[in-house]
């Protein structure tokens, strides 16, 4: 059974920085891409990284891009996302996911892309 947990989110002023854990169980993140999405309250869930199984390729969602760097280590088996210069609407649930498709060739932004999902960590961004 697939896990993934997130851990590293919590309550930082504008400007400020995280850095996002998401530890994986029941699989190898190595052999399948690996994104962050985020969902804030009353909207839906968005795009924010990813990167190819291969860890070749890295794609950020314009809105994060040059302040977000998403990375792995594929011998601790856990995906990161280093947050920095946060805004106040970075503020949203953040959750990682894990794609159905094993070394899927290219990456993927859509969710339903997406077959493991994290229960979420909140990170909230003060003005």
């Known amino acids: 059974q697939v896990q993934l947990v997130e851990s590293g989110g919590g309550l930082v002023q504008a400007g400020g920085s995280l850095r996002l854990s998401c530890a994986a169980s029941?699989?190898?993140?190595?052999?399948?891409?690996m994104a962050w999405f985020r969902q804030a309250p009353g909207k839906e869930r968005e795009f924010v990284a990813a990167?190819?199984?291969?860890?070749?390729?890295?794609y950020y969602a314009d809105s994060v891009k040059g302040r977000f760097t998403i990375s792995r280590d594929n011998t601790k088996n856990t995906l990161y996302l280093q947050m920095n210069s946060l805004k106040p609407e970075d503020t949203a649930v953040y959750y990682c996911?894990?794609?159905?498709?094993?070394?899927?060739?290219?990456?993927?932004?859509?969710?339903?892309?997406?077959?493991?999902w994290g229960q979420g960590t909140q990170v909230t961004v003060s003005s």
């Open positions: 990167t190819r199984w291969s860890d070749t390729v890295r």
């Open positions: 029941g699989l190898s993140i190595s052999s399948v891409a």
């Open positions: 996911a894990a794609d159905r498709t094993y070394k899927r060739i290219t990456i993927s932004t859509m969710g339903r892309d997406y077959g493991s």
